[in-house]
């Protein structure tokens, strides 16, 4: 059974799933019903907003010591190979996870301590978008064997006018594998403007 976790709350991923060694790391989101008013009255649609999940392989500093360790929907492979985005969704639409990124946990270079997780509207300035028109935010992490989720953290918070997240992160403790529900808004209006603090 998953468990369910809080912002701030860190949870061990591999000392309690013995033989852990790939994950896959889902993020969510739905967005939100807008109401505007029409020519015939008051009219509910919902945003087309592209929402882009990336992961940043970060050294014991927390810097991200190579450019190309910036996973995202313009790079979708870590130069060692050991942490995969499987695509681009550019609407939100739909059940289950929007996008997905696999970790293999076995490869992860041993100069890398974390891998931040972070979502960031695509065009937000142009579009006028921010998280306070999405609604249904998640993370979760899988155990891609036999499809078992592991830990889901639900973004409740209020994150009207932020254009990015930083929802979670993966990192090492004491030779084994962690999990940290970080939930935090941030104004990037890009994934390259995040990755800029953590250089």
């Known amino acids: 059974m998953a468990i369910s976790l809080v912002k701030g709350q860190k949870v061990d991923l591999t000392k309690g799933n013995a033989g852990l060694t790939r994950i ?38 927390g810097k991200l010591t190579k450019e190309k360790n910036l996973v995202c929907f313009h790079n979708l492979k870590s130069p060692c190979g050991s942490v995969v985005h499987t695509g681009d969704n550019l609407t939100g639409e739909g059940d289950g996870d929007d996008e997905q990124i696999n970790i293999d946990l076995q ?28 609604k249904s935010a998640y993370i979760r992490v899988l155990n891609p064997a036999n499809n078992t989720e592991l830990i889901r953290f639900n973004l409740t918070d209020s994150y009207a006018g932020m254009t990015a997240l930083v929802v979670g992160e993966i990192y090492r403790h004491n030779g084994e594998w962690k999990f940290n529900a970080i939930g935090e808004g941030a104004h990037a209006a890009h994934i390259n403007i995040l990755a800029r603090r953590y250089t």
């Open 24 to 61: 896959t790391v889902g993020l969510g989101w739905d967005p939100a019903e807008i109401e505007s008013k029409g020519f015939f009255g008051k009219k509910k649609s919902k945003a087309n907003i592209d929402c882009d999940a990336s992961a940043l392989l970060l050294d014991g500093s």
């Open 107 to 134: 490869r992860v270079p041993a100069d890398v301590e974390r891998v931040l997780m972070a979502v960031n509207i695509y065009d937000c300035e142009n579009r006028k978008q921010d998280f306070g028109m999405i």
